[in-house]
């Protein structure tokens, strides 16, 4: 990669990091109500510590597989419906928050 990509891959990165905890983010909580969100935000997160400690980094699809189909399970348990864009997101604002 030359340098002009490599800054043009950051911008992008930092672009689309804005849009998911200025736009996306709001709206899914907007959507769910703050008691659920919350609950689902610490679900989440939990979710994420426990893959990180149980799973290696040559494991990521397994780690996103766990994490995946555990906060699907909350989110279910707590009556919220989600996409896997949702999960996503979700993931994206505990592993980088905002």
Known sequence: MNELTTVALKCLIM???TAITTVLIPYIKSRIGEEKWQKLQDYTAYAVRYAEQM???DQWQAKKEYVYNYVLQKAN?????LDERDIDLLVEGVVKPY
């Open 77 to 81: 348990d707590l009556g919220i419906g």
């Open 15 to 17: 672009i689309l990091a």
């Open 55 to 57: 799973y290696t980094p």
